[in-house]
């Protein structure tokens, strides 16, 4: 069965520090590869997505994340974190069965806390 | 324009009770889906419509839960004889027709709580 594993599940940053939240899944076929975002009482949010081409996307608010295919990861990155980045992150990938439809798998979530 | 909307936002009930929780997609949004995010764990898939069928009910924990949505639209989401283990909070999504069908947009949740 398809799995997302989010290696760290909180993760403690001063404001300006830079961030590196690891997402790694075992599906070995075609996949789209996402990150959502969940800041403190909203809902989740899309915060990038990776499809097909470059291996490197930029999504909102500066972050952005490196497919690398050999090593079945989709790592989510930002140079330097702010005090409102504090939030719960998951990492998501999507299956294509028959038929065209899909569902998202997503990873356990980090919990990434910046103070300022 | 609105995004995915869900009620009740809270749903506090007793062991025992059913309860229905109601999503309504954004407009002209062909595929809904239904996702349970637990204390302390990620999100769980539960079923998939496209239009009013369910062609994925792979995820729903038990016969207790069942889903339906009429008229391409609302879906409801029915918990029979809840349990404690059902607490969680119950997220929707939808995503339009074609390619970018790949793209899922969430509700803010209902919470469900059962005592």
């Known amino acids: 069965a398809q799995s997302v594993s989010q290696h760290n599940h909180h993760v403690i940053l001063s404001e300006a520090a830079s961030l590196e939240l690891g997402c790694n899944y075992s599906y070995g076929g075609t996949v789209n590869l996402f990150w959502y975002v969940q800041y403190p009482g909203q809902h989740l949010q899309l915060l990038l997505k990776?499809?097909?081409?470059?291996?490197l996307v930029k999504g909102i608010k500066g972050f952005e994340a490196e497919f690398i295919k050999s090593k079945f990861s989709f790592n989510l990155r930002k140079p330097s974190v702010q005090w409102s980045d504090t939030a719960e992150y998951f990492c998501?990938?999507?299956?294509?069965?028959?038929?065209?439809?899909?569902?998202?798998?997503f990873g356990a979530g980090t919990r990434l806390a910046v103070h300022p | 324009g609105a995004g995915v909307s869900q009620s009740p936002s809270n749903k506090v009930t007793e062991k025992g009770k059913d309860v229905e929780l109601r999503c309504d997609p954004i407009?002209?949004?062909?595929?809904l889906y239904w996702y349970r995010q637990s204390l302390g764990q990620g999100l769980e898939f539960l079923i998939y419509?496209?239009?009013?069928?369910?062609?994925?009910k792979s995820g729903l924990p038990s016969d207790r839960f069942s889903a339906e949505r009429t008229g391409g639209s609302v879906s409801t989401l029915t918990i029979q004889r809840t349990q404690q283990e059902d607490s969680a909070v119950y997220l929707c999504?939808?995503?339009?027709?074609?390619?970018?069908?790949?793209?899922?947009?969430f509700g803010p949740g209902t919470r469900l709580l059962v005592l």
């Open positions: 999504a939808s995503s339009p027709p074609g390619r970018a069908q790949e793209t899922q947009y």
């Open positions: 990776y499809f097909s081409g470059d291996p």
């Open positions: 407009s002209g949004h062909t595929a």
């Open positions: 419509f496209q239009g009013n069928s369910a062609p994925d």
């Open positions: 998501a990938v999507r299956t294509v069965f028959s038929g065209g439809y899909n569902k998202l798998i």
